[in-house]
């Protein structure tokens, strides 16, 4: 069974720009969750969507948005970037009924 | 919010010797999980802990959740230089899905 894929891998982009970022879960999967991971803070929760409706989120600003689809691939956005939101950005993906998230490889923004 | 005090933050280690880590929080948590992170990769699941005092292994590890509930440690058995890597603890809340990290532990191991 494929993995959780993201992409892309990489991006470099210039503060005040936007950014979408794509996850395609585990087949079966209907939980994906994001989260953004940085040295000094770790892996923070950003938002997690369950059946295309956001059942979770965390503490970031409005910049950070997502969405899902009804096939589970999920996507989300960053408007007016920050050099602050450099970051590995991270997608798991889950069984509805479990709660153990499996990984995707991340997208690594580069905000300049 | 909630939060996990992950140590030790690092560990420097001979091949072949034992590693412990583990997290501790003020909360209880549900559930706990380990993950593994190389560089370049997302995190890899490890091993899930569902009650408390649950002792499971995969392979050379072995993880605890604690009789509290509100902790969890990890072991590593005879270590290898493919053990390297960041070692991540993850609980979930009481009510919801969401998981909360520890700050991870580095590990080095030395052949």
Same mark, same amino acid.
């Given at each position: 069974k494929a993995g959780v894929t993201q992409t892309p891998r990489y991006l470099i982009k210039t503060r005040g720009q936007q950014v979408t970022l794509s996850c395609s879960p585990i087949s079966g999967h209907r939980s994906v969750s994001w989260y953004q991971q940085t040295p000094g803070q770790g892996l923070q929760f950003l938002f997690e969507y369950f059946s295309e409706t956001q059942r979770n989120k965390g503490?970031?600003?409005?910049?950070f948005s997502g969405r899902q689809f009804s096939n589970s691939r999920s996507e989300m956005n960053v408007s007016?970037?920050?050099?602050?939101?450099?970051a590995l950005y991270l997608c798991a993906s889950k069984r509805g009924d479990t709660y153990e998230q499996y990984f995707g490889p991340g997208t690594r923004l580069t905000v300049t | 919010g909630q939060q996990l005090n992950q140590s030790p933050q690092s560990m420097f280690i001979q091949e072949g010797e034992d590693v412990s880590m583990n997290c501790t929080s003020s909360s209880i948590f549900n559930t706990w999980l380990w993950y593994k992170q190389e560089p370049g990769e997302g995190p890899v699941l490890l091993i899930a802990l569902y009650k408390a005092g649950e002792l499971t292994s995969n392979g050379r590890l072995t993880a605890q959740f604690g009789i509290t509930r509100k902790d969890s440690f990890l072991n590593i058995s005879? !270590?290898?230089? !493919?053990?390297v890597g960041i070692y991540f603890c993850a609980a979930r809340e009481t009510s919801g899905s969401r998981l909360t990290f520890g700050e991870g532990t580095q590990l080095t191991v030395n052949p």
């Open positions: 503490n970031f600003p409005g910049r007016t970037l920050e050099l602050g939101d450099s | 005879a !270590s290898i230089p !493919s053990d």
